[in-house]
């Protein structure tokens, strides 16, 4: 289990942050690597865009305590190293950061379904070493979790740009982690506040696992869409192949 303060030299570091900046470097670095092994995906899409992202959310979540306080970076200059912002504020850089993602894929002209695809490859592995260092032991069945489904996508050779990827991490996520949630142990001390008999991690697991049938049935249904204008498509060139002949042989 990662401490909340990490001594290094005579440095002082926030051992959450720390944890952040292992994962993300995790993710990156998984993902960097099932890039090298499809081409086909590299030549199509740009890392930055996630890496960014990243240091988006990092810097909001980081820093959003100084529009709060602002007097405590003046008083303490040493407090943009040891305070980090609340759960509230790194929902604000979550959103600031799919904020950056849908602006930058409009100016790029980027399908968003190619980017849902690749992310997973990066978020699972950089989730698992978030849990398997955060709260130890506690969180590690999560990290179990993740790193099957995580092993599983990386069998299953998916079309990028269909969705399919974004779709097994988020039903497999989803799903097995609200499974997951029922059987895993809380820390001493600590009761989660329940909204309508779930927690708040078992609500993101609820809407995780919706948001991923609710791709399955469009990407189905775009598929099925694709499917049939291609056969009619070829029905109709069939059919006029032959009147051309016919009209030829007369």
């Known amino acids: ?6 001594s290094i030299g005579g440095a002082r570091l926030d051992g959450v942050l720390l944890t952040y900046i292992l994962s993300a470097a995790a993710g990156f670095g998984a993902l960097w690597i099932w890039l090298k092994k499809r081409p086909d995906v590299q030549d199509r899409f740009s890392l930055d865009l996630l890496i960014n992202a990243a ?6 979540w980081k820093l959003a305590f100084i529009v709060r306080d602002p007097q405590a970076v003046w008083h303490s ?18 959103f600031a950061a799919i904020i950056y993602l849908l602006i930058a894929l409009r100016l790029r002209k980027l399908p968003w379904r190619r980017l849902m695809d690749v992310a997973p490859f990066a978020v699972l592995p950089g989730c698992v070493l978030w849990n398997g260092l955060s709260d130890f032991p506690y969180r590690l069945i999560y990290a179990i979790l993740l790193l099957v489904v995580y092993g599983y996508m990386l069998r299953v050779a998916a079309v990028s740009g269909s969705g399919e990827s974004a779709r097994t ?29 779930l ?13 991923g049938a609710l791709l399955r049935s469009h990407t189905g249904i775009g598929s099925l869409s694709g499917e049939h204008t291609s056969i009619n498509k070829g029905g109709a060139g069939d059919e006029r192949s032959g009147q051309e002949t016919g009209a030829g042989e007369h």
């Not at 240091?55 to 909001?60: D, H, M, R, T």
């Open 77 to 94: 200059p040493a407090s943009l190293i040891l305070v980090r912002g609340s759960s509230t504020d790194a929902l604000f850089g979550l």
């Open 169 to 197: 991490a988020m039903l497999g996520a989803g799903i097995g982690g609200l499974a997951v949630s029922l059987f895993a142990p809380y820390p001493p001390g600590t009761f989660p506040e329940l909204t309508g008999g």
């Open 199 to 211: 927690s708040a991690l078992q609500w993101c697991f609820v809407l995780m696992g919706a948001a």
């Open 1 to 6: 289990m990662m401490p909340e303060l990490v």
């Open 55 to 60: 240091l988006i959310a990092l810097l909001v």
